[in-house]
């Protein structure tokens, strides 16, 4: 039976954004084998299930190999699961339609531990960020803000046309949001710090309007104190933007400033899940126990 609450369909569910009681995704028993290269089977998640409220953040921890990733793709649907199915706003995945499954791709974005990586280095920021908003008019050049290529999205032809110019005004909201100024349009991504890249690729994250970040190890190539600094970013954007996170983390510590709950890995199965302060106050698994320890 689908919770009526829960089973609205539409691009944004009113409940979903205004309370906290909506889930916006739910995993149901979701299965995912691999064969390796000898020939044998591995199932890297098993029978996994949860929920992530609307606006709440939920961790996803344990160590390398226990699933965490393979759960992330597989919530992003990047590919399907074997057995269960992970339900958006109470809509199943999969629909029949390329264009239906890229529609909700936007609802739901990935940031990973370096998400500019396959970026061409040639790009700017402004392009970078301008491309994940869609289709649309042309970006302006970052040369002195002339049009590289004013064309089919510039109305009435001027050169400034309306759509370019309210594209890169959006972009620079973007790049305020991560607190980065208009500065960093014209910057590539070689220029760019380890903080200053993962900034402009949660902006790019934030471009198509999501309901729900995945975050796979955001902060796992970053020195600490960069660390504190996104982590504290991807708080405030959940607070202002009432995004829902699932953040993914071999880092106990890590999850505990940003998470309401954790759930806790090993094998590919959730162990344990819970509040987080529960779960840090008296862990009910001896594994969790075990990831406890090595917290410092
Ligand atoms: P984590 O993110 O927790 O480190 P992963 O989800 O990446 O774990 O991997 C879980 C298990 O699935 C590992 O044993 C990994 O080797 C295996 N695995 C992940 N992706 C693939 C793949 N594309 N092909 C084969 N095995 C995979
Ligand atoms: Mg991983």
Not at 32 to 54: E, I, Y
Not at 154 to 168: E, K, L, Y
Request: hydrophobic share 40%.
């Amino acid at each position: 039976l689908v919770d009526p609450a829960v089973s609205k369909t539409g691009p944004r569910s009113p409940g979903a954004a205004a309370g906290g009681a909506v889930d916006v995704v739910q995993v149901r028993a979701v299965t995912k084998t691999f064969r390796s290269l000898d020939g044998r089977r591995r199932t890297a998640v098993d029978d996994v299930s949860f929920t992530l409220a609307a606006g709440e953040a939920l961790g996803l921890v344990g160590e390398s190999g226990s699933g965490k990733s393979t759960t992330a793709r597989l919530v992003l649907a990047e590919f399907e699961p074997d057995a269960g199915s992970v339900l958006l706003d109470g809509e199943p995945w999969s629909g029949p339609r390329e264009r239906d499954r890229r529609a909700r791709r936007s609802r739901i974005q990935l940031v990973d531990q370096d998400p500019l990586g396959s970026f061409d280095p040639r790009f700017t920021v402004e392009q970078v960020i301008a491309e994940a908003l869609g289709p649309g008019a042309p970006v302006n050049g970052s040369e002195g803000g002339r049009p590289e290529a004013p064309g089919s999205g510039v109305r009435g032809g001027r050169p400034f046309g309306s759509g370019a110019g309210a594209r890169r005004e959006r972009v620079v909201e973007l790049l305020a949001a991560v607190g980065l100024d208009a500065g960093f349009l014209v910057r590539g991504p070689a220029r760019l710090s380890g903080g200053q890249r993962q900034r402009v690729a949660i902006a790019r994250a934030l471009a198509p309007g999501p309901e729900v970040l995945v975050c796979d190890e955001p902060v796992s190539a970053l020195d600490v104190t960069v660390q504190a600094q996104i982590l504290a970013l991807l708080a405030r954007l959940r607070r202002e933007a009432g995004l829902s996170l699932l953040f993914i983390s071999h880092d106990l510590g890590v999850v505990r400033q940003v998470c309401d709950r954790v759930a806790v890995m090993k094998d590919g199965a959730i162990v344990e899940i819970g509040e987080v302060d529960a779960v840090f106050r008296a862990p009910r698994h001896p594994y969790t126990a075990a990831l406890l320890a090595a917290v410092p």
